[in-house]
């Protein structure tokens, strides 16, 4: 049987005449892994901050783990873990030091902690490592190290902000498997990310924009739910077919993927129009629909109303 783990309703948060966060409902159930995607300074990392109980809402209802926020914010941080793009490590402690230090902030007993760290420092590869500064490890092992010590309580949630912004794509891989195995154990994981690849790999996802939910579902759901079929425009001159299709009403996005050209629209007869405007225009290529992408979903709900042509 499910079990909401996250349960938040109506939250907002406002900071002077800046809305962040704009009436937001939001359910994450057990052991799943939660995406949060969105543009730029829409709200992602305000929200988390709220949930973890360590910014004020302005207005709403949160509920984590059973424990009414921020009212409980106390109770729950013992049963959370929660990391940051900047890993918030003591550079000048080495790595062993930096675990020691946060289970002692914990209140790990020191035989518990002793074997905790341990278990850690082998599961994360940083049993070579543990006598380094923290500030002389690389980003991926700085990364390793910093989720170490987010689950060094072993917290029932994990709520992870940009957690992969910093390191390359093989760091990426690797730290997303420790995230599953997590999530295996029966951790509950929300993760927010600018990266498509990632998001593809959550169970569930939300979209926020301008600080309101604007797509909830699977990645398959939200996927199917894209009205319309997206373009392939394929030719030798991409930019040109780009300008003859400027200001055409049925394609609302579009954007060059190496040689072709990928479009948005919600309407049925799209390719015959935009073959069309092609063939007046001049422009060989050739037109075919394709599979939608989940770039192609981000896209359509985040859309800015004065860069767009129609509306799906
Ligand atoms: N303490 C603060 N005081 C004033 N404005 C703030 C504060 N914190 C965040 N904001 C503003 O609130 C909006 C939402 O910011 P937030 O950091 O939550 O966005 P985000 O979705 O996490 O962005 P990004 O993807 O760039 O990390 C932004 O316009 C930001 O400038």
């Known amino acids: 049987m499910s079990e909401t783990v996250i349960r938040a309703s109506s939250l907002s948060k406002r900071f002077g005449d800046l809305t962040a966060v704009d009436g937001l409902d939001l359910r994450v159930e057990r052991a799943e892994v939660f995406g949060f995607l969105g543009p730029n300074g829409c709200g992602k990392s305000t929200t988390i901050?709220?949930?973890?109980g360590l910014l004020l809402p302005s207005a709403g209802e949160i509920e984590v783990l059973g424990y009414r926020i921020p009212q409980d914010a106390e109770a729950?941080?013992?049963?959370?873990?929660?990391?940051t793009q900047k890993f918030s490590l003591y550079e000048d402690l080495t790595v062993a030091e930096n675990l020691d230090f946060l289970a002692s902030i914990q209140g790990l007993g020191r035989a518990q902690a002793r074997r905790r760290v341990a278990e850690l420092l082998e599961r994360y590869w940083l049993g070579d490592l543990r006598d380094r500064l923290s500030g002389t490890l690389s980003g991926g092992q700085k990364q390793r190290l910093a989720l170490a010590g987010a689950?060094?309580?072993?917290?029932?949630?994990?709520l992870l902000d940009e957690p992969t912004s910093a390191v390359d794509p093989?760091?990426?891989?690797?730290?997303?498997?420790?995230?599953?195995?997590?999530a295996e154990?029966?951790?509950?994981l929300l993760v927010s990310t600018h990266y498509m690849d990632e998001a593809e790999r959550?169970?569930?996802?939300?979209i926020l924009d301008s600080g309101r939910l604007v797509a909830d579902g699977s990645?398959?759901?939200?996927?199917?739910?894209?009205?319309?079929?997206?373009?392939?425009v394929e030719c030798a001159q991409p930019r040109q077919a780009q300008r003859a299709l400027q200001g055409l009403p049925a394609i609302y996005a579009s954007a060059q993927i190496g040689a072709s050209l990928r479009l948005l629209s919600a309407t049925d007869d799209a390719r015959e129009q935009v073959e069309r405007r092609l063939a007046e225009a001049g422009v060989q290529a050739r037109v075919r629909a394709t599979e939608a992408n989940l770039e192609d979903v981000f896209v359509a709900v985040t859309r800015r109303p004065d860069i767009q042509g129609a509306t799906p």
């Not at 689950?151 to 994990?158: G, K, R, S």
């Open 219 to 232: 990645p398959a759901e939200l996927m199917a739910r894209l009205p319309g079929q997206p373009l392939l």
């Open 151 to 158: 689950v060094l309580h072993e917290p029932d949630l994990l």
């Open 76 to 83: 729950l941080k013992r049963r959370i873990g929660y990391m």
């Open 170 to 182: 093989q760091s990426r891989r690797e730290f997303w498997d420790s995230l599953f195995e997590l």
């Open 49 to 52: 901050r709220m949930l973890c």
């Open 202 to 206: 959550c169970t569930r996802l939300g």
């Open 185 to 188: 154990a029966g951790t509950t």
